[in-house]
Antibody
Framework: EVQLAESGGGLVQPGGSLRLSCAAS????????MNWVRQAPGKGLEWVSA????????DYADSVEGRFTISRDNSKNTLYLQMNSLRAEDTAVYYC??????????????WGQGTLVTVSS | EIVLTQSPGTLSLSPGERATLSCRAS???????LAWYQQKPGQAPRLLIY???SGATGIPDRFSGSGSGTDFTLTISRLEPEDSAVYCC?????????FGQGTRLEIK
């Protein structure tokens, strides 16, 4: 059974930093691209970032480019999202999401339960 | 980026009825690369349909997708109480990936 377990969310002040983690199990982690998708309170889903299976390729939404960094440790089956210079508009539930393919940009076949990030003073 | 507009915003139907949900794209979705997800309160989204019409693993055949170009439809036949959820479309034909705002389906 595929499982994706996010952690690291919490309350942070504007301008602060946070690092999210996602522990994956139930599939061959290094065969699949991974993504972060967020959902602000009462809003729709927004794709945030993606990384290819090998880690050689990354992509970011314009809204987070230059502030967020995605990474993965295939030896630990873990995906990360380093979030810097956080803004109020980054407040959302952040989902760790498995891509259908080894390269990103496809549909998402498994989602974690999400971790809440609140940016507020 | 491609903007996806879903309609209606909310749909209220009875068990056994048929639901038709629409997803319209601001420009043509390449290769029909459109997916549908179901999201229940407090739960993660679940993949229902990919490639506009292919059912995901384990999804009942009551759920079906159709469409091409800019107009796509999710149909749920023979509604059951557990179908109450928000349904969201996603295009992955042109980066960046974008989602629709969702249709809330209520089962009376």
């Amino acid at each position: 059974e595929v499982q994706l377990a996010e952690s690291g969310g919490g309350l942070v002040q504007p301008g602060g930093s946070l690092r999210l983690s996602c522990a994956a199990s139930g599939f061959t982690f290094n065969d699949y691209a991974m993504n972060w998708v967020r959902q602000a309170p009462g809003k729709g889903l927004e794709w945030v970032s993606a990384m290819s299976a090998s880690g050689s390729g990354t992509d970011y939404a314009d809204s987070v480019e230059g502030r967020f960094t995605i990474s993965r440790d295939n030896s630990k089956n873990t995906l990360y999202l380093q979030m810097n210079s956080l803004r109020a508009e980054d407040t959302a539930v952040y989902y760790c999401v498995k891509d259908h393919s080894s390269w990103y940009g496809y549909y998402f076949d498994y989602w974690g339960q999400g971790t809440l990030v609140t940016v507020s003073s | 980026e491609i903007v996806l507009t879903q309609s209606p915003g909310t749909l209220s139907l009875s068990p056994g009825e048929r639901a038709t949900l629409s997803c319209r794209a601001s420009q043509s979705v390449n290769n029909g690369y459109l997916a549908w997800y179901q999201q229940k309160p407090g739960q993660a989204p679940r993949l229902l349909i990919y490639g506009a019409s292919s059912g995901a693993t384990g999804i009942p055949d009551r759920f079906s997708g159709s469409g091409s170009g800019t107009d796509f439809t999710l149909t749920i036949s023979r509604l059951e109480p557990e179908d109450s959820a928000v349904y969201c479309c996603q295009q992955y034909g042109t980066p960046p990936i974008t989602f629709g705002q969702g249709t809330r389906l209520e089962i009376k």
